[in-house]
């Protein structure tokens, strides 16, 4: 009897790390959980065909999100990692309520990672439209202490300048330049870049903030979070060997490819295409 629940433990141990997004962005998650954990398979959906999530309304995001957790089911994962803020704030605690497996955003990480670095506790944070619109970082972020000030600023445009590669241009200083200059004069000591495509836009936000202001990276939060739930879960692999690595988009697997290998820093394989309005 001892050896079968071994050899099921094993089983699920063997099982993929589940990761969706509303489209590429959620790489920056996937990258930070290959590195910290290697040996482990992870499937990744990115939904191309229906991004971008942060101007849907919320009950749409609760639909699409658990449309994206049943197809990453079927793919027998152990967990799963919502690697998107606008799902992570208004579908997290929807999916977690109707499904029998563990499940983590990129909210709770991305707050803890603040709450460490700051200070003067006087934090900014940044995201889509409505990510900051639902307070889900504010709220995390007084889970943790009452006694912050939380200044909050939607960067909408961040997202396509991250999406079509432009990291290093003129035009990307610019915007960042306007979007940025009201944060820094609210003297923050931290800003959380929440959402995933803005850490692909580090070195521009961070030569405008400065090096006073402390960057929080919630893909490096939240595979950090990732790890330490799979070991307390007992779900952590036990493979010596590097970890396979699965990729599914609902449209455009050609240029979510070509983006994609920028954002990883590496080539992809196949890009499967799935429909998930089947799901």
Do not use: W
């Amino acid at each position: 009897m001892k050896s079968k629940i071994s050899r099921i433990a094993n089983d699920h141990r063997r099982k993929a790390i589940g990761v969706f997004d509303s489209g590429i962005g959620g790489l920056t998650v996937a990258k930070e959980i290959f590195k910290l954990l290697p040996n482990e398979d992870v499937v990744y959906f990115g939904d191309t065909g229906r991004y971008p999530y942060g101007p849907r309304s919320p009950e749409v995001v609760k639909r699409f999100s658990r449309q994206d957790v049943n197809f990453l089911l079927e793919q027998g994962v152990k967990y799963i990692v919502v690697a998107c803020n606008t799902a992570s704030s208004l579908a997290l605690g929807y999916i977690q309520r109707i499904y029998n497996i563990p499940m983590l955003g990129v909210i709770e990480p991305g707050a803890r990672g603040a709450i460490e670095k700051t200070v003067t506790k006087r934090i900014g944070v940044i995201g889509t439209q409505g990510t900051i619109n639902s307070l889900a970082y504010e709220k995390a972020l007084r889970n943790f202490s009452g006694s912050l000030q939380i200044i909050s600023k939607a960067c909408p445009l961040f997202v396509a300048l991250a999406e079509e590669g432009y990291i290093d241009q003129p035009a990307t200083r610019l915007i960042a330049q306007d979007y940025l200059t009201e944060l820094k004069k609210k003297n923050i000591d931290t800003l959380i870049l929440g959402c995933t495509h803005y850490p692909l836009l580090k070195q521009p936000i961070a030569s405008i903030m400065g090096e006073k202001v402390k960057l929080v990276d919630s893909a490096e939060e939240t595979a950090k979070a990732t790890r330490k739930a799979l070991i307390d879960l007992d779900l952590l692999s036990t493979s010596q060997t590097a970890g396979k690595r699965k990729f599914f988009v609902s449209d455009t697997p050609e240029k979510f490819k070509k983006i994609g290998e920028l954002f990883l820093g590496q080539k992809i394989g196949k890009v499967g295409l799935v429909d998930i309005n089947s799901y």
